[in-house]
C-alpha cells in the first residue's frame, strides 16, 4: 500500500500518529501507528520493524534519538470541518472567515435560496433539509465544529438534541439570553445531562462587543481558533498536501517538513510543503528567507534526482541573525526541515 492510501484509509475516530527516521541509514523511514497498533510501513522490515517500543514511547512533535537515528513522531490531525445550522447573515460572514482559516464548510437550512447562497459565498456543501433530517447524515468526529444560528429557539433545540450526542470539538450557540434559557431548558426537559448543557458555548463567540455579522463572526471564529488551538493534535499533513501526494502527473516532488523549531519561528513541527519540478509549490512553511532557502535546496534534490536517488535530507534554516545577509527578512529562531523526494 501506498502512504498516500494508507493515510486516506484512517479512521478519524482513532488516535492517529506518524513516525519518520530523520537521519542515519534508514533515513525516511516512515511509520504509522492507528489506536495504538502499527497499521502501515514503508519498510515492514527496516528501521521501524526493530524499535517499536522506544518509537511509539516518544513525545508527539518531536525529535527523539533512538539507536543512533533521529526520529521524528507526530500526532495526526483531521481536516477541520465547520457545519453551521443555518445559513443567515452571520453565517455568510463565517463561511467566509472560515475558509481563509482551511476549514471544510458545510451550510444547513431549510430555505433552498439561502443554501444556495451559502455555497455561491464559498461553503463546501449545502444540504437544503429540516436541521433533524440533515444533521442525522453528519457523523460529526473529533474535528468538527458545529455552529448553531437558526432563525428560532425550536431549530436551536432541534439541531442541539442531534447534536450533543455527536463525537465533536465544539458547539456554539447564537441567542439572546431569554433564548439561550429557553433552549437550556427545553434540553434539560429532554434528558441531556447538565454538564453537556453547559459544555455549549453560548453566547457564542469571544466577548468582544460584536454587534454586525462581521463583528459576530470574528468573536465566533475568534473562539474557535482558541478552542482548536487548545488541543493538542496538529497536523502539517492537510487534505492539499495529502492530495498533491496522490497526483502522479507532475513528476517527482520534493515533500518538506519542519521537524523542530527553537524561538519565534511561524509555523510548528509537522508543518509541510511539497515543491515539484516545475516550480511550483503546495502548501507553506511559513514563507519568508526560511521557506525561500528551504526551496532553493529542494530544486536542487530535484535536479540531483534525475541523475539517481537523492537521500533525504535533513536542513537547518536559522531565522535569528546569526546567518543572514544585510536586507533578508527574518521572524527570529530556528528550523530543522527534512526534504525527501517522493
Known sequence: ?????????????????????????????????????????SDENGFFAGHMPDSVAAKDGSLTEIDGSRVFAE????????????????SISVIEMAKMLGFHVTAIDDREQFVNNALDHGADEGICRGFKEALASIP?????????????????SDCLLSIVGKPHAYVGMIGSRRKVGMVKQLLADAGVPQDVIESVHTPIGLDIGAETPEEIAVAIMAEIIEVKNRKRKSSG????????????????????????K?????????????????????????????????????????????????RPALMYVDMSGNQIKEGDMICGGAIEVLLEVV
Not at 515539484?276 to 526551496?295: F, K, M, N, P
Request: with cysteine; glycine share 14%.
Open 75 to 90: 500526532l495526526l490531525g483531521n481536516e477541520k470541518k465547520i457545519v453551521l445550522c443555518g445559513a443567515g447573515h452571520v
Open 1 to 41: 500500500m501506498r502512504f498516500y492510501d494508507a493515510l486516506n484509509e484512517l479512521n478519524n475516530n482513532r488516535e492517529n500518529r506518524m513516525f519518520t527516521v530523520c537521519e542515519g541509514g534508514s533515513a525516511g523511514e516512515k511509520m504509522i501507528v492507528s489506536g495504538g497498533r502499527p497499521v502501515w510501513m
Open 237 to 260: 499533513m492537510d487534505k492539499d498536501i495529502i492530495k498533491a501526494m496522490g497526483a502522479e502527473s507532475r513528476g517527482a516532488e520534493v515533500l518538506a517538513t519542519i521537524v523542530s
Open 262 to 310: 527553537e524561538g519565534s519561528s511561524p509555523r510548528a513541527a509537522g508543518t509541510r510543503m511539497i515543491v515539484y519540478e516545475d516550480g511550483g509549490i503546495t502548501g507553506t512553511i511559513g514563507g519568508g528567507l526560511a521557506e525561500a532557502r528551504v526551496t532553493e535546496r529542494a530544486e536542487a534534490m530535484l535536479a540531483a534526482n534525475k541523475k539517481g536517488p537523492v
Open 140 to 156: 460529526g468526529d473529533p474535528d468538527t465544529f458545529f455552529i448553531i444560528v437558526t432563525r428560532g429557539h425550536v431549530s436551536d
